[in-house]
């Protein structure tokens, strides 16, 4: 019996030794992501409020200019979102190589007040709504991807890369679609 008690008691050790080297590489690595988690919220947190501004006011202004009755408050709100646009293109230069996942997405979204000036005349035109509704969704999905980024310090996957690149790539189609000497079409 001896041999049993004694068989058990080594095997608990083996378990107990086992459990506290798995929790001590747990803890390790814990501790290196959040202080990787931190890193990355020091550097992105300054300009992260200032990001997450320009990219809905770039939108947002020229949805507004869209709406607008006269050529006067048109100009105007497009003026605004030209220079939200200005603001983010050096805020995408600047965290070229810390946001790397959101460069190309950022070039596409300040194209924006570009594609609605080009309506100036005719904003009731339906592909304004679209191309309305894809800089919307590119926002959107870029809001999400630096969301997921700063505050779980998750770099996007592959899929998520995807979906910012065909929000990108629908936004631009879009546009080329409406126009004028444009009669190709384009598939989604």
Known sequence: ????????????????????????????????????????????????????????????????AKKSKDHDAFNEKLRRAKLAAEALSELRIRHRYSLPFIFDAIWYLKGTPIYFEHYRNDRNNPQLLKIQRHATELREDLDATLENFFFHGKAPSYLNRRKLKNSC????????????????????
């Open 1 to 64: 019996m001896q041999i049993d008690q004694g068989l058990a008691a080594l095997v608990a050790a083996v378990i107990a030794a086992a459990a506290a080297v798995i929790a001590t590489f747990s803890s390790m690595r814990a501790t290196r992501l959040m202080s990787l988690l931190a890193a990355r919220q020091n550097f992105i947190g300054q300009d992260l409020k200032d990001l997450s501004h320009y990219l809905y006011q770039v939108v947002a202004l020229s949805v507004e």
């Open 169 to 188: 790539k629908r936004l631009e189609r879009s546009f080329l679609a409406g126009k004028s000497g444009s009669r190709k079409k384009w598939w989604f």
